[in-house]
Structure formats: structure tokens, C-alpha cells
């Protein structure tokens, strides 16, 4: 992990990267966490963070329902974040743990599955929903939808968060290309962010130290 030594950054299998600058009592929303939500297991375990499991998938409501019921850190959400709060239509995968928001991935092009309305958020309601002015770190997993929820975020709507996780598909949507991920990642950098990633693919967003995200006074 060239580089990510200095920077403090830690790795959480399969491919979750974050800066070990986490506190007790720290938020963490994992968007895309899927019926394990193993990153909010991990940063609970390791950290001892209340953590938000961001998840439409109706097949895995059941696990995350069990899994808010027995962990008093753990809550969930059975939403979809997009750029724009409201009514979506989300297409579930039977073959594949992922669906996805957008028609064209992969998923949903070449597996079974079904479709159904779900609500949606965007970062701004999130961080609403969620009742928190400061996020340690959001981790966004959107199946393409990423790149309209990071190119359309405003630099106020970013401002609770200290760090941003995004896995980047332009490998399983047709419409997004390397060059789409390059043009957002540039984005954040503009919007005060410094960037780390292992493979151009998995990205790190981080508050430099010059402009921190604010804490409210203890």
C-alpha cells in the first residue's frame, strides 16, 4: 500500500480504504452495504462507531432488519441515495448481490431480477435522515449511480463529511467510462479534497488539513 502508510489510510476487505483518524461514538453511513454490511461491522468492532446501513434491496432487508435489532450501533435505512430525493425506480439482481438504480449496468442487463419504486435521498437528506452535522467517513458503493450524486453535490452539500469511500463503476455501466471517474475524482479535489487511491478504481476522499470539516464544540 504505496503511500497509504503516511497518510494513515487502513484497508477493510474487499476493498474499503479510510484514514485512521475514527473516534468512539463516530457516524458512519454505509451506502450499498448489502445483507452483511460488513464495513459498519468492521468500523463498530474496530472503532466503536454508531453506524447507518443505506440499503434498497428487499432481499437483503431481512438481514439488515435482524442485524439493527440486535446491535444498538447499527441502523437501517431501506433507501436508495441519488442526486435527487423521491421516487426511483431500483432494479434488484437474482443472481447477484448488486442492483442498481441505473437500467444499463450489467446486473441488471444480462440477470434475472425484478423492479420496484423505493425512496430515494440525496446526500443532503441523508445527512438529515441520519440527524448528524458531521460524518466521519460516508461510504458510497451506488452501482453507477455515483457519478450523478458527486457531480451534482455542492460544496455545502459535501460539508458534514470528513471523508468519502467511493467505488466507481465504470466497469459495469456502459455509459461511464475511466475518463468519467477522472472528471468527478477532480471534481472533489476542487471541492477541497485530497484524493488516495490503491487501483484507480477504489477512491479515498479526505478533508486536507487546511479545511477541516467543523466539529461542533464538546
Request: charged fraction near 30%.
Amino acid at each position: 500500500m504505496r503511500g497509504a502508510k503516511e497518510r494513515g489510510v487502513r484497508f477493510v476487505p474487499p476493498n474499503v480504504i479510510y484514514r485512521d483518524i475514527i473516534g468512539k461514538g463516530d457516524i458512519v453511513i454505509d451506502v450499498g452495504c448489502a445483507d452483511d454490511a460488513d464495513f459498519s461491522q468492521h468500523m463498530m468492532a474496530a472503532h466503536g462507531v454508531t453506524a447507518w446501513g443505506i440499503d434498497p434491496t428487499r432481499k437483503h432487508a431481512a438481514a439488515l432488519s435482524r442485524l439493527s435489532a440486535e446491535s444498538e450501533h447499527f441502523h437501517y435505512e431501506p433507501v436508495a441515495v441519488a442526486s435527487r430525493s423521491g421516487s426511483l425506480t431500483f432494479y434488484e439482481s437474482d443472481e447477484n448481490v448488486s442492483g442498481s438504480l441505473l437500467s444499463d449496468h450489467v446486473n441488471v442487463i444480462h440477470d434475472s431480477g425484478n423492479d420496484y419504486e423505493v425512496e430515494a435521498l440525496d446526500l443532503r437528506d441523508l445527512a438529515s435522515r441520519v440527524g448528524a452535522d458531521r460524518i466521519a467517513i460516508l461510504k458510497l458503493d451506488l452501482e453507477g449511480a455515483e457519478y450523478e450524486v458527486l457531480e451534482e453535490a455542492s460544496a455545502v452539500t459535501l460539508e458534514p463529511f470528513e471523508q468519502i469511500f467511493v467505488e466507481f463503476h465504470h466497469h459495469a455501466v456502459s455509459r461511464y467510462r475511466q475518463r468519467d471517474t477522472w472528471r468527478v475524482v477532480d471534481r472533489l479535489k476542487a471541492l477541497g479534497f485530497d484524493s488516495f487511491s490503491l487501483d484507480d478504481h477504489n477512491f479515498l476522499f479526505y478533508r486536507r488539513p487546511e479545511e477541516p470539516c467543523r466539529r461542533k464544540p464538546t
